[in-house]
DNA sequence: CTAGGCCCATGACGGATGTCATGGGTGACT
DNA sequence: AGTCACCCATGACATCCGTCATGGGCCTAG
């Protein structure tokens, strides 16, 4: 009895690389590979994918946002998170969206069968020094809108760009932007912005 | 007679799902991994590496500059870089520092092992596409000082702290951010930054 | 030698930005 | 009913930023 598995990940060379490596065990067997997140669940289900292999930043749908797709489906399919970035912030975000599991992608290439095996048994399976720093670090202290602005902020707009794609007056951007420059601690709303996003909280 | 190959690549899930999927080739073997720059020239020396998979971004050295050093070292050992980003500037800064290929992460992973033979074989290979995008794209038109107060202003800093980690004066830095906006047509520093990393002129 | 490009710097000006005070509206919880 | 947090908005103020003009020093190409 083999496990079925379903790759997702935009970057095409490192998906068949995934898929050479696990193909080495013998228990295990990828089914179905997708390149982009508003793909997944629809190939999970004709593919009956027992675990899905999630990339975070894909075209079409987020990572975490699949996972939370999966579980809803009701089809009998894991989601193991596997990405680049170790953001405090994601760990959360992805267990609380029904995820099994969270790798990041400079864990040893050997541990990632396990990971797979223990995700099928159910089990939990988290990086332990991200789970160390998640517990650590405070949740997500933004408001919805200041996170709206902060996020358009992030490339470099004005404040009048930043006004007209939220639909908002430009004075209050500048007091989301303000309120959020404090809670973060930087003197720029492209530094508040930046560490939101370092921590996952965008 | 096989083909010896060092992959160098931060993240080491990567790392090893290539050297899983590169192993499948008869005719090709891995015989170093390393996850840092500036670990590569040392390691293809005592592995006597016929080929070497760099990655862009790495801790230590850049992988442009890691292919800029094995051309110089004199060792008979071919650079491909593989990277996630088809940034134009990054190809012509590759081909300028002597690597013998440049293959984008999201290539079809059946297409890599070809492109490790054309290396080998003292053919040069480039991703068409991106090939055809820098020639269409100018040279980068940036001075050093407007690449140098860019990068210290892609994160968000302000005029005096940027000027501080530069050692100028803040009019001069000023000038300097001016002059860049005015060449990559943005109205904002991190706007015209984040042009400038986009072309890979950074 | 001269022209031109890059570098550094200064001063000035208008507009953008960050901060603060203030006020009104909504919904949630006690 | 009252409190509190969030939302939206406005006005005012000091500072920062982007732009322009100007000038001097350095180097290279003609």
Redesign the pocket.
Known sequence: MTIRLLLADDQALVRGALAALLALEDDLEVVAQVGRGDEVVEAARTSRADVCLLDIEMPGLDGLAVAASLHEAGIGCRSLIVTTFGRPGYLRKALESGASGFVVKDTPATELADAVRRVHAGLRVVDPALAAESLAGAAN????????VLRE?LG????????AR??????????????A??KLGG????E?AHAAERQGWL
Do not use: F, K, Q
């Not at 470099?156 to 006004?163: F, K, L, M, P, T």
């Not at 430009?170 to 932007?177: A, D, I, M, S, Y």
């Open positions: 202290p933004l408001t919805d809108r200041e996170r709206d902020a470099g707009a004005s404040v009048s760009d930043i006004a939220v639909h908002l007056s430009g004075g209050t951007v500048r007091n989301h932007l303000s309120s420059m404090g003197s720029t709303r492209v508040a």
